[in-house]
């Protein structure tokens, strides 16, 4: 069989295993995480399984670098791939992920017996001190606003509804207003000249 179908293999048989499972996450068809331990639990830590093209007959890519494991020292997560790396080594040439999520599950507590959890925070002052050497932050003035009067604010008011919002149609009375003006002192004009015309003639 080729390294596709047992992949493909591997894969379907992953997703119905851990399917429901809120630990496993798949995050692309080759490469998979898994959370050891409950949410809250200090000893907690995230696997990463990446698989090359050639997997499984070659080993895969075991990953700890998820934000996930900020707190975890350097030395007990090389530790830990260490020992995973062994079992790779022993399931060689087979599908592997669902061994290896396993075997870090029962041996979670050896794994994380050297465990202190480790303070990655580094404090503001620091990063901006680092950021802005010798530099004094410029202040920006805010704009102001255009106040309005309390005879435009009831004016508004008047005009608007209960959420602020202008009515459908509030300047079509104006509208018409201004035509129908024009209109009769279009009428009116033409009507004097016609007037005054028929007079003349």
């Known amino acids: 069989m080729s390294a596709n179908e047992d992949q493909e293999m591997e894969l379907e048989a992953l997703r119905s295993i851990y399917e429901g499972d809120e630990s496993f996450r798949e995050l692309s068809p080759v490469s998979f995480q898994y959370r050891i331990g409950e949410n809250g639990d200090p000893k907690a830590f995230l696997i990463e399984v990446s698989w090359t093209e050639t997997y499984p007959q070659t080993a895969p890519i075991i990953s700890m670098n998820a934000f996930f494991n900020n707190t975890i020292s350097s030395a007990v997560k090389q530790s830990i791939l260490a020992k995973l790396q062994e079992e790779v080594e022993v399931n060689l040439g087979t599908a592997m992920t669902y061994t290896l999520f396993e075997y870090a599950k029962d041996n979670k507590e050896q794994f994380m017996e050297n465990h202190h959890p480790v303070n990655n925070v580094t404090s503001i002052s620091n990063i901006i001190s680092a950021e802005t050497p010798n530099t004094v932050p410029s202040i920006k003035k805010k704009d102001k606003k255009e106040q309005l009067s ?37 009428y009116l004009s033409f009507s004097n000249y016609w007037y005054h015309n028929e007079t003349y003639m």
């Open 150 to 186: 309390k005879t435009q604010k009831r004016k508004l008011a008047d005009k608007t509804d209960h959420k602020g919002e202008l009515p459908r149609g509030w300047n079509w009375v104006d509208v018409i207003k201004v035509c129908f003006k024009y209109k009769v002192f279009y």
